[in-house]
């Protein structure tokens, strides 16, 4: 017995798209090519389509877990940035809110499920092409549930790629880790010379606003950037239960990466990111420096001081390297 669901693709790379079926086995009768988009799947769709058999618990039936994915692809034609390659797969969805003035074409991607539950699995694919402006966001945070004791991490694998001349704001909301919950996210960057890019991620461990904190489970979020197709920086943090005192965490409950690549990137960006954050310096340790061309922010303290933080310095870093307004996209106010 089959149930049905939909992806969208851009069937001429306008504002046109066209519905195709997807066939997935209910539990207990998967078949080993788990989803079916045809042989005119592009390379793109088919990597975030790869086929995963979900593990049973100890004694038990197969458990049906999401197996989602997003493109998003933005092409500058006819003197503007247009929106050339859509793609998505439940429980992914991808929003276009109109964009404030001033500010380039926005896409926020959100999940539908609510949360992402162990053993879940997501794959976004963000490109901007060859001269192109947007700005990528997340319509909420992203919450990462309690797992059970023998299942497999979440898994969320994040591809940006930036052409010549381009430029991409990655501005994901934070993700909520629960207690006890089990993560694994990998962001690649792949970025043209002349290529622009202000990113990041933040992570809330456990719920404070109820008090929970992060006492058990596993986080492992890992970074890697390339320029021209040469690796530039590269960074992981793997917690296995709880955050230790040493080095640094102390207390804190969130942390936040935020990355800025231009192709000259000016010591001033550093000195100004650096006094933008200095008057949360009392509830949050920060750090601003430059590696290899990239200028690198990290944010480390409670939750409600670090996305406090983080907006301030998202806010002042799109306007001085970018020219855009002082502001981030609505959906991080509503």
Request: aromatic share 8%.
């Given at each position: 017995m089959t149930v049905e669901m939909c992806g969208y693709r851009s069937a001429n790379g306008g504002g046109k798209y066209e519905k195709r079926a997807i066939r997935t086995a209910r539990v207990g009768r998967r078949p080993s090519s788990v989803l079916d988009y045809g042989d005119d799947c592009d390379p793109h769709v088919a990597a975030m389509n790869a086929a995963t058999t979900r593990p049973a618990r100890?004694?038990?039936?197969?458990?049906?877990?999401?197996?989602?994915?997003?493109?998003?692809?933005?092409?500058?034609?006819?003197?503007?940035?247009?929106?050339?390659?859509?793609?998505?797969?439940?429980?992914?969805?991808?929003?276009f809110p109109t964009p404030a003035p001033g500010d380039p074409?926005?896409?926020?991607?959100?999940?539908?499920?609510?949360?992402?539950?162990?053993?879940?699995?997501?794959?976004l694919d963000i490109a901007v092409g060859a001269g192109a402006t947007a700005t990528v966001t997340t319509s909420a945070a992203e919450k990462i549930y309690r797992a059970a004791l023998d299942s497999r991490e979440v898994g969320i694998d994040v591809t940006l790629d930036v052409g010549a001349a381009a430029t991409l704001e990655w501005l994901p909301q934070e993700t909520i880790?629960?207690?006890?919950?089990?993560?694994?996210?990998?962001t690649v960057v792949d970025?043209?010379?002349?290529?622009?890019?202000?990113?990041c991620e933040s992570l809330a461990l456990g719920r404070s606003?109820?008090?929970?904190?992060?006492?058990?489970?596993?986080?492992?979020?890992?970074?890697?950037?390339?320029?021209?197709?040469?690796p530039v920086w590269a960074d992981a943090l793997r917690l296995d239960g709880p955050p230790p005192p040493a080095p640094g965490f102390g207390d804190a409950n969130a942390l936040a990466t935020v990355l800025l690549v231009l192709p000259t990137l000016d010591d001033s960006l550093r000195d100004t990111a650096r006094a933008v954050l200095e008057p949360f310096e009392d509830a949050v340790r920060c750090g601003v420096s430059c590696v290899s061309g990239v200028l690198i922010a990290r944010l480390l303290g409670d939750s409600t001081g670090v996305r406090r933080a983080l907006v301030r310095l998202l806010v002042e870093m799109r306007h001085r390297a970018f020219g855009l307004p002082s502001r981030l996209p609505r959906v991080w106010h509503t």
């Open positions: 100890s004694g038990g039936m197969p458990v049906e877990r999401a197996n989602g994915g997003a493109r998003v692809a933005f092409a500058f034609r006819d003197g503007a940035t247009r929106l050339a390659d859509l793609y998505q797969r439940d429980p992914c969805r991808v929003l074409p926005e896409a926020a991607i959100l999940t539908t499920s609510g949360g992402l539950a162990d053993g879940d699995r997501i794959v880790v629960f207690d006890a919950a089990r993560l694994a996210r990998k970025l043209a010379p002349d290529a622009r890019l202000l990113a606003a109820s008090g929970e904190r992060f006492t058990r489970g596993f986080v492992l979020d890992s970074w890697r950037l390339r320029r021209g197709g040469k």
